[in-house]
């Protein structure tokens, strides 16, 4: 008999795979802190003697090496990715056992990266499970942008190609086990679907019911921006990741906060965006630890600036603290817990700033009351509708273009209140009035705010 358990990676909406039988195991694409993994070894009473990679990461910093290192297990890295470090190069159709009857066979399968490598567990020669890593995935596939944009159509013709390789290879009842899930910017679209198998695949995925030129258009024109933390991932994948060290930050008072926030560090406050609304330290900025933490905080934050963690309790530090590992931030400078009040100075005040519903933008509009409001969604949820006469810069911009926001009280909206949250405090750091719109983008339309343009195109600036 096989087991395959899935680990969640929910911040970053990756998975990794644990699967083998009685005695032994293989690891799929773990994540870097990976004493999860081994708990979840340990839980099924097996030895990992196996860690694959599908490909060199572009979304995170894996812990595939120091696992292997830890386990003593063989590490299998795609022979085509260049790497600093020893391992167990892997090539199309090779073969590892896992455990008696239980066999890894690797399968090219280009196209998310050139040396994409998905894996097939079988069971006494037949197929059981497939971990497609970023190729195919449930009802997509993974981006073709991610290595070199003159590579990027001969990916998406490649990704073409393995989706349908696998689809001629296996059987529709086999399990389809991707890293790249729902929420993960490597996915070229979004689903909700949480499993899936290769039939349901035949009959549902673009990559298996398009030809080549449509599913290719089709894929390069709904390709969005690139978390700019990416260019990172990769090199540091192929350097070796470091083990990852979770002891607990130095604390900061007061005193230190501000002194962090004067030296231009990033203080970054993990409560939830009502608690920060109603007081916050000045400057600091508003990523919930409970939002996705690690994909926009790494996005927007300038690579290597320093970070103090802010939060209620040491735990939702600790937790801040593994995402922002699996990402390559790797030591927070300083941390502060308990209430917001003991994170000023004697004699200085919260600050703080209001929080609507696009109802209560509608109320003021009505009144003939002039303000700005900027949509911080990205350009393809722009296309799809958005408030009329808005501003549009992605939150992924804003940092370095807050200039260009007009003059006047700002009311930022995003789809559901965590971005603008996001959006607003940065605003609010750079000394400018604002409100946080806290609502579903639905609530715009029934307010009688927006303007559907079917070009995508806003009437007032002529641009997604």
Not at 402 to 423: F, K, Y
Request: aromatic content about 6%.
């Amino acid at each position: 008999m096989f087991f395959v358990d899935t680990l969640e990676i929910e911040g970053l909406g990756n998975h990794s795979h644990l699967a083998g039988g009685t005695r032994s195991a293989v690891v799929v694409d773990p994540p870097r802190d990976i004493e999860q993994v081994i708990a979840a070894a340990a839980r099924r009473g097996v030895r990992i003697v196996l860690v694959a990679e599908t490909h060199l990461h572009n979304d995170y910093v894996t812990g595939g090496l120091e696992l292997a290192r830890v386990t003593g297990a063989r590490y299998l890295v795609p022979t085509g990715a260049s790497v600093a470090f020893a391992r167990t190069p892997v090539a199309d159709g090779d073969r590892f056992p896992v455990d008696e009857h239980l066999v890894l066979r690797a399968i090219a399968t280009p196209g998310h990266t050139p040396h994409h490598t998905s894996y097939v567990l079988e069971e006494d020669g037949r197929a059981v499970a497939a971990f497609t890593g970023g190729s195919l995935l449930i009802g997509a596939v993974g981006r073709p942008d991610l290595v070199e944009p003159r590579l990027t159509e001969r990916l998406a013709r490649a990704q073409h190609a393995s989706a349908r390789r696998l689809a001629d290879e296996l059987d529709d009842e086999v399990p389809v086990l991707p890293t790249h899930g729902f929420g993960s910017f490597c996915s070229s679209a979004q689903t909700e679907r949480n499993a899936t198998t290769i039939g349901q695949e035949r009959r549902t995925n673009g990559a298996l019911t398009q030809d080549v030129d449509t599913f290719v258009a089709e894929l390069l024109a709904a390709l969005d921006d690139v978390p700019a933390y990416y260019a990172h991932m990769g090199p540091a994948n192929a350097a070796g990741p470091a083990p990852v060290d979770l002891t607990p930050p130095r604390p900061a008072d007061a005193e230190e906060i501000a002194a962090r926030l004067a030296a231009g560090e990033w203080v970054v406050d993990l409560r939830g965006r009502v608690a920060f609304a109603r007081g916050h330290v000045a400057g600091s900025f508003n990523f919930e630890g409970d939002g996705k933490l690690a994909t926009y905080l790494a996005w927007l934050i300038p690579w290597g600036k320093p970070v103090t963690l802010l939060a209620e309790t040491p735990e939702q530090i600790a937790d801040a603290q593994r995402e922002l590992a699996r990402v390559g931030i790797d030591r927070p400078a300083a941390a502060a817990t308990g209430e917001a009040a003991g994170w000023v100075r004697a004699g200085e005040q919260l600050a703080s700033f209001p929080r609507a519903r696009f109802a209560d933008l509608a109320a003021v509009r009505e009144r003939g009351e002039r303000v700005v409001v900027l949509d911080v969604r990205r350009d393809a949820e722009r296309a799809g509708g958005f408030v009329d006469g808005s501003v549009h810069i992605p939150v992924h911009e804003l940092p370095g273009r807050i200039g260009e926001v007009p003059d006047g009280v700002v009311w930022v909206h995003c789809a559901g209140g965590m971005r603008a949250a996001i959006a607003a405090s940065l605003l609010d750091a750079a000394g400018r009035d604002v409100v946080a719109v806290d609502d579903g983008f639905d609530a715009a339309t029934t307010a009688g705010l927006t303007l559907p343009r079917p070009d995508g195109t806003d009437r007032t600036t002529g641009t997604e």
